[in-house]
């Protein structure tokens, strides 16, 4: 809700309620099933776990392409859009975890958790100054890298002889997190240390 006047409350302006933002809502209605089907155990669980889990990174693709060929950038998207990433990456990996903690080692978990956590505390504190941090290649290399990673891990039982490509993958988006998460803090640290705001924060940035 939101307030035009002292005691007038009016509903939420409908142009926040737009194709890109109800993408994202959906795509964050979508992880409670895939943590229930991952965790429960039924034939074919693995390939429905895996539909569901790509139907949403397709969303994620979707949502921001459509608020930036629409122009329908709004405050809820710019909001919603990084949390729905980071809740559908936590929760997919933290169920592989339940599922198999020595092929997903939980330490790997935390560390890719962490770093999630470390880079959004790093845009709450440029928000709170009014700049916003654009995302960078490595972010988006980031997210990716885990996607493939996920998705290899939640059909490992099935990949038979390229089983060992999964494992590969979640030490690759280890790496590529961990790198991402450095640079953005090498990049903006500056903001935090000298009060200094880089160029490229100056600049408008997108949705994504």
Known sequence: MAYNAPGEIRPPSSAMLNVPNLLTICRILLVPPLVVVLLTKFPGKEFV????????????????????????????????????????ISAAFISLVELDHELVPAWIVVVIIAREFAVSSLRSFA?????VIPSGMSGKVKTFVQIVSIALLIIYQQL???????PISLWVALLVTVYSGVEYFVRF???ILHGETPESMKRPSSRR
Do not use: C, W, Y
């Open 127 to 131: 928000a709170a100054e009014s700049l």
């Open 49 to 88: 776990g895996l539909g569901l889990f790509l139907l949403a990174a397709l969303m994620d693709f979707l949502d921001g392409f459509l608020a930036r060929r629409r122009n329908q950038v709004t405050r809820l998207g710019t909001l919603l859009d990084p949390a729905a990433d980071k809740i559908l």
């Open 189 to 191: 640290g500056r903001l």
């Open 160 to 166: 038979d002889k390229f089983r060992h490509l999964a």
